[in-house]
């Protein structure tokens, strides 16, 4: 994984609250900065891609390791 700024471990938390979690982190990060979340809802993959796209952040990594899902998300 990349270097990131802050992370966000949304472990355990279902749709949609490690999206709401994010929003809420990223509102009080600067431009540029890079938020790295960890959650274990499957269905979170897609949100995250999602999200990006509606947000205008970019999704600069998205893995899945030991049933963990990680995104590195770059404030826009």
């Known amino acids: 994984m990349a270097d990131f700024d802050q992370e966000l471990d949304a472990s355990g938390l279902n749709c949609p609250l490690p999206i709401l ?21 499957p269905g979170s993959v897609k949100d995250f891609d999602a999200f990006a796209k509606q947000t205008g952040n970019e999704l600069m990594e998205s893995k899945e390791d030991g049933g963990k899902f990680h995104f590195l998300i770059k404030k826009g």
Do not use: C, I
């Not at 982190?25 to 959650?39: E, F, K, R, Y």
């Open 21 to 41: 979690r994010a929003k809420k982190t990223l509102n009080a990060m600067d431009s540029g900065q890079v938020l790295h979340v960890v959650a274990t809802d």
